[in-house]
């Protein structure tokens, strides 16, 4: 690139630049940022759990719940909407291997719900509608049907 390019080059970035900077530190409208709250330590000093809320026009609202292990390790975590469980729960043992699934509907368990034993073998199924147990499906630990 000849001088007269790295001329226009430099020039460029002290335009471009700043619009950058601008428009990355810009709240997009609809973006609202969390705020986490830690609810409490353990004695060594880790998080119990984390619930994040967010402004809104009626007050502060409450998102997310993430909550943790003695060892660190997430226990579980999953979100709300209008003050009830809404969407994918998870939990996980100490190991961080998954111990259930499941989906909240104003509240309500509802669909599959997936459970596993500490070994990674799926324990359970278990289907829901609007937070009823519609059937159940259960497996012992070696993988062979639950009678």
Do not use: A
């Given at each position: 690139?000849?001088?007269?390019?790295?001329?226009?080059?430099?020039?460029?970035?002290?335009?471009?630049?700043?619009?950058?900077?601008?428009?990355?530190?810009?709240?997009?409208?609809?973006?609202?940022?969390?705020?986490?709250?830690?609810?409490?330590?353990?004695?060594?000093?880790?998080?119990?759990?984390?619930?994040?809320?967010?402004?809104?026009?009626?007050?502060?609202?409450?998102?997310?719940?993430?909550?943790?292990?003695?060892?660190?390790?997430?226990?579980?975590?999953?979100?709300?909407?209008?003050?009830?469980?809404?969407?994918?729960?998870?939990?996980?043992?100490?190991?961080?291997?998954?111990?259930?699934?499941?989906?909240?509907?104003?509240?309500?368990?509802?669909?599959?719900?997936?459970?596993?034993?500490?070994?990674?073998?799926?324990?359970?199924?278990?289907?829901?509608?609007?937070?009823n147990l519609i059937s159940l499906k259960?497996?012992?630990?070696?993988?062979?049907?639950?009678?």
């Amino acid at each position: 690139m000849g001088v007269i390019g790295e001329k226009i080059m430099k020039k460029l970035l002290v335009i471009i630049l700043p619009l950058l900077l601008i428009v990355g530190c810009s709240n997009v409208e609809g973006q609202q940022q969390l705020i986490p709250d830690i609810k409490g330590k353990y004695e060594n000093g880790n998080i119990k759990s984390i619930t994040y809320h967010k402004k809104t026009r009626n007050g502060i609202e409450k998102i997310k719940e993430e909550i943790y292990h003695e060892n660190g390790q997430k226990e579980g975590e999953g979100t709300f909407k209008d003050g009830k469980r809404e969407g994918k729960w998870s939990g996980w043992y100490e190991n961080g291997q998954k111990e259930g699934e499941g989906t909240f509907k104003d509240g309500k368990l509802e669909g599959l719900v997936t459970g596993w034993y500490e070994n990674g073998q799926k324990n359970s199924e278990q289907l829901f509608k609007d937070g009823n147990l519609i059937s159940l499906k259960e497996w012992n630990e070696d993988g062979s049907d639950k009678e």
